[in-house]
């Protein structure tokens, strides 16, 4: 793909400062900028920052168009990791004559990173871009796990047209689909209507208030495990640890527990993109919200510096296996526990009637699953898990 039709790359002047300001152990000095008239072979990058200016499809926030420079000048600022890492800027992405044609040059770039294995990480721009990034899942035929941290569902109507608050729906009805599964982290629920939470849990979808959340963050790591693509909706964080947003209330997440969700998302080793949305730059105080999203990078990217690749049960001895009779299963459930990280994985059963054959899928899990399990209970996250992989 020739990158160079599409993105006006990082201009230093323009975020104030130049690139020997920086010490060399700062990311300003380490990243690599993107030059579209040098040859570049993306395939030596492991990470790429995309910015996508565009908010035509944001709700009432047309500013965060202007969130990736500012996120930029926040995070070339930070000091870099331990491990060696090798990103990426390409600049901003020259958006559309439509939104229709941001989506499909985005979700084409996003594509042909995930093909040559680089991770791309989007600032937005409004929610909707959301929508974009799941498409290019669509395109290399790849099914989706989607993890959205975000207080609403961003549902929609079916007869709705597309915008950052109503974009879900777009993804549910695609055709052909390649959407296995959707989890929400985090939602309010005085914020989704009683129609919209039934819809949900109908569709067998995952969804996690913010107060659960917060009771046992932990919780949260089984499930960008298994997710593919996480977006992150900055309203879903607290208004006084993140003021740049116009949707963002009073309650959420604080800004430390939504950086331990990047890392958590980075750690995966599954997860092949990354995204953040709706910071409007007009409504920051003191470049609060900048700064924390810029966090979220640096974790997000620390996380990936530590995954721990231990997710391919090629070899049994690394992990202790636990099976245990449950009497509202089918089966005995059996747990995996690896050895190596001391995280958990449950076995859902994928049963093909016609051929008289049953596959296993490891569904990430933690520890709460398994004692629920000694207690004879079964997980809302294996049931829903084995309602969806057997409808």
């Given at each position: 793909?020739?990158?160079?039709?599409?993105?006006?790359?990082?201009?230093?002047?323009?975020?104030?400062?130049?690139?020997?300001?920086?010490?060399?152990?700062?990311?300003?000095?380490?990243?690599?900028?993107?030059?579209?008239?040098?040859?570049?072979?993306?395939?030596?990058?492991?990470?790429?920052?995309?910015?996508?200016?565009?908010?035509?499809?944001?709700?009432?926030?047309?500013?965060?168009?202007?969130?990736?420079?500012?996120?930029?000048?926040?995070?070339?600022?930070?000091?870099?990791?331990?491990?060696?890492?090798?990103?990426?800027?390409?600049?901003?992405?020259?958006?559309?004559?439509?939104?229709?044609?941001?989506?499909?040059?985005?979700?084409?770039?996003?594509?042909?990173?995930?093909?040559?294995?680089?991770?791309?990480?989007?600032?937005?721009?409004?929610?909707?871009?959301?929508?974009?990034?799941?498409?290019?899942?669509?395109?290399?035929?790849?099914?989706?796990?989607?993890?959205?941290?975000?207080?609403?569902?961003?549902?929609?109507d079916e007869n709705q047209p597309i915008r950052s608050d109503a974009y879900l729906n777009k993804m549910v009805l695609q055709?052909?689909?390649?959407?296995?599964?959707?989890?929400?982290?985090?939602?309010?629920?005085?914020?989704?209507?009683?129609?919209?939470?039934?819809?949900?849990?109908?569709?067998?979808?995952?969804?996690?208030?913010?107060?659960?959340?917060?009771?046992?963050?932990?919780?949260?790591?089984?499930?960008?495990?298994?997710?593919?693509?996480?977006?992150?909706?900055?309203?879903?964080?607290?208004?006084?640890?993140?003021?740049?947003?116009?949707?963002?209330?009073?309650?959420?997440?604080?800004?430390?527990?939504?950086?331990?969700?990047?890392?958590?998302?980075?750690?995966?080793?599954?997860?092949?993109?990354?995204?953040?949305?709706?910071?409007?730059?007009?409504?920051?105080?003191?470049?609060?919200?900048?700064?924390?999203?810029?966090?979220?990078?640096?974790?997000?990217?620390?996380?990936?510096?530590?995954?721990?690749?231990?997710?391919?049960?090629?070899?049994?001895?690394d992990y202790r296996q636990y099976s245990i009779a449950v009497s509202e299963s089918l089966d005995e459930l059996v747990f995996?526990?690896?050895?190596?990280?001391?995280?958990?994985?449950?076995?859902?059963?994928?049963?093909?009637?016609?051929?008289?054959?049953?596959?296993?899928?490891?569904?990430?899990?933690?520890?709460?699953?398994?004692?629920?399990?000694?207690?004879?209970?079964?997980?809302?996250?294996?049931?829903?898990?084995?309602?969806?992989?057997?409808?």
């Open positions: 793909m020739d990158y160079s039709l599409f993105f006006n790359p990082v201009d230093c002047a323009e975020l104030g400062f130049s690139a020997e300001e920086f010490a060399s152990s700062q990311l300003g000095s380490s990243i690599l900028l993107y030059n579209p008239e040098e040859p570049l072979d993306i395939q030596q990058a492991q990470i790429a920052i995309i910015g996508v200016p565009e908010s035509r499809n944001s709700y009432h926030n047309e500013s965060c168009s202007l969130a990736p420079n500012e996120i930029r000048r926040q995070f070339y600022q930070l000091y870099r990791w331990s491990k060696p890492v090798r990103i990426i800027d390409m600049g901003n992405l020259i958006i559309g004559k439509t939104v229709e044609d941001t989506y499909e040059v985005l979700s084409d770039i996003i594509a042909d990173l995930m093909e040559n294995q680089v991770i791309p990480i989007v600032l937005g721009g409004g929610n909707d871009l959301a929508f974009a990034n799941y498409r290019a899942y669509e395109k290399i035929e790849k099914v989706v796990n989607v993890v959205s941290v975000d207080s609403c569902f961003d549902l929609g055709q052909p689909n390649f959407l296995l599964n959707y989890a929400n982290i985090g939602y309010q629920t005085y914020m989704n209507s009683p129609e919209s939470i039934k819809l949900m849990e109908d569709l067998f979808f995952e969804t996690y208030r913010v107060g659960t959340m917060r009771k046992d963050l932990e919780e949260v790591e089984p499930i960008v495990r298994n997710a593919d693509m996480v977006s992150v909706d900055i309203s879903a964080v607290r208004r006084p640890d993140a003021p740049g947003c116009p949707h963002a209330s009073s309650n959420g997440f604080y800004g430390e527990e939504i950086c331990q969700v990047a890392k958590y998302a980075g750690v995966s080793d599954k997860l092949s993109s990354f995204g953040v949305y709706e910071y409007d730059p007009t409504l920051d105080y003191s470049n609060q919200t900048s700064q924390l999203i810029a966090h979220m990078l640096w974790y997000f990217v620390e996380g990936f510096l530590n995954r721990p690749h231990d997710d391919q049960f090629k070899n049994k001895h995996y526990c690896s050895r190596k990280t001391g995280r958990w994985w449950v076995i859902v059963p994928i049963i093909n009637k016609e051929k008289d054959l049953v596959q296993h899928y490891y569904l990430p899990c933690s520890k709460k699953d398994y004692r629920l399990a000694c207690d004879d209970k079964i997980s809302e996250r294996w049931w829903k898990a084995y309602n969806k992989l057997n409808r």
